[in-house]
């Protein structure tokens, strides 16, 4: 996949907007970042309300270098640095005990600040270039689908981001893997391309999900990264039923699939994402896209398979279905149904 190359003076002009307190959406590894100089609190305040996201929802620190943590954080305990030793520069966010110095609106307000270091040429050239840390969310609008190229961030925000950097599409597609390191053991937050088999074969006592007793996450709220069309989630042996049972209303469905069509029908479009997780998360956001342009009343996504290579496309998509449950066809069609009609009228 083709790089697209900045040229010096993009980045120039990139590190004198963060500088002057402007925003810079930048390429990662994982997805598209909506930056600010993470120092100053009125240029980190911009994004959320850009984004329309609440203030209580902290963003990521990103660096360059190790050096700059002692900023950020107060310390880094062994499995962070254990971890990071591991996985840095790359898709992993660690979720640590915030340095004295830093500002509210990063944190949530709370006791901790979640940092990265990217593993992307034009984000390291960029944090490198600027020499400091930058506060970035995905650069998508509060609830949306991330962004994994640029036309997805004018999208979201036409011409209201000062810079956008160009880095092609994201290798990875999907939102980096958090780890907290501030309690007792590590625990993993939010799943991404680094699995928690990998996590624990360099930190064993690794636990998974959200702490009960813990601060909320508040990345972890039920609907996010959704597309503007309903999306349901329908097991591969009942799909072609729920497509005829569409097709039959002349209503136009939108289908994920993880194979060919099985059926044709004018009312349909069809994207067959492929059985390779890497490869399905890599386009995942794009498909989602494309299927939501497509005129479509439903999204329809063939449920994955079952495993943890599949465990952060299998947690995206569900926080992108509109129904908590996935559709079963003996009797959530007929709700479905019962729902279009009620559009119709
Ligand atoms: O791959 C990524 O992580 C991308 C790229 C741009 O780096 N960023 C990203 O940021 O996905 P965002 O803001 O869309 O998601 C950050 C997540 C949110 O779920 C937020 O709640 C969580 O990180 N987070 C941030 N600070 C936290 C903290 N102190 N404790 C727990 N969760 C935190
Ligand atoms: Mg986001």
Not at 325 to 337: E, G, I, P, Q, S
């Amino acid at each position: 996949m083709a790089i697209a190359r900045v040229t010096q003076k993009e980045i120039e002009a990139a590190v004198e907007a963060l500088r002057a307190g402007d925003l810079v959406a930048f390429p990662t590894e994982t997805v598209y970042g909506l930056g600010a100089n993470a120092n100053n609190p009125e240029a980190v305040r911009k994004i959320f309300a850009l984004k329309g996201r609440p203030s209580s929802h902290p963003v990521i620190v990103h660096i360059d270098d190790p050096k700059y943590l002692q900023r950020w954080v107060q310390e880094m305990p062994p499995a962070a640095q254990k971890l990071a030793d591991a996985f840095w520069p790359g898709p992993l966010t660690l979720v640590l005990k915030r340095g004295p110095a830093v500002h509210d609106v990063i944190t949530g307000g709370q006791d901790t600040i979640a940092v990265r270091i990217p593993n992307h040429p034009i984000a390291r050239q960029l944090l490198n270039a600027f020499g400091g840390g930058i506060a970035a969310p995905s650069a998508n609008r509060y609830g949306h689908v991330s962004p994994t190229r640029t036309e997805h961030v004018r999208e979201e925000f036409g011409d209201d981001v000062p810079v956008v950097l160009d880095g092609g599409d994201s290798k990875i597609g999907l939102e980096s893997t958090i780890v907290s390191c501030v309690g007792p053991e590590p625990r993993l937050l939010r799943p991404g391309s680094i699995t928690a088999t990998q996590l624990r074969a360099v930190v064993p006592n690794l636990v998974v999900g959200a702490d009960p007793s813990g601060p909320r996450v508040p990345g972890s709220a039920l609907r996010h990264y959704s597309p503007t069309t309903p999306l349901n989630i329908v097991p591969g042996r009942e799909l072609s039923k729920v497509i005829q049972e569409f097709a039959s209303t002349e209503a136009k469905v939108a289908v994920l699939g993880m194979k060919p069509p099985s059926i044709a029908s004018p009312f349909m479009t069809w994207i067959n994402a492929g059985i390779r997780p890497d490869v399905y998360a890599r386009n995942l956001y794009s498909n989602l896209r494309t299927l939501d342009k497509s005129g479509a009343r439903m999204i329809l996504v063939e449920d994955v398979p079952e495993g943890e290579r599949w465990d952060a496309v299998r947690d995206r998509l569900k926080r992108a279905a509109t129904a908590e449950n996935v559709v079963t066809y003996d009797h959530d069609v007929a709700a479905l149904r019962a729902d279009m009609d009620e559009d119709f009228t």
